[in-house]
């Protein structure tokens, strides 16, 4: 398994970015999925963002993992230092959601019919 390995406690743990795609249920979990995949695209690492922001890394992490909602200050920041549009990264966010909505609601229509 390239993208896994075994841990000290024997846990599999998946390489950091290991997952193609991110389901992102809410619109804060989308917008950090849409950074993340702006910064990886770039070859960046969350250290590098948050110092060319003048941000902690670890708020950096915690707007990726959607742990944090970004503030539109923040957002704005973002978006400049990945040279992108504020709303790029928020309509791409919006399309996530809704495509993940989409997704539930056809589960749902199809597990009513059974």
Known sequence: MPNSAI???GYVAKHIGADKERRSGSL???????ITELRKERGWT????????????RYIGQIERGEKSVTLRALAA??????????KILSTAEKMVEKVRNER??????????
Do not use: P
């Open 7 to 9: 841990g000290k406690y």
């Open 105 to 114: 609601e056809k589960r749902s229509s199809r597990s009513e019919l059974d």
């Open 46 to 57: 969350q250290q590098k963002l948050a110092e060319l922001l003048g941000y902690d890394v």
């Open 28 to 34: 804060t979990e989308a917008v950090g999925a849409e």
């Open 78 to 87: 973002i978006a400049e230092g990945l040279d992108v549009r504020a709303s």
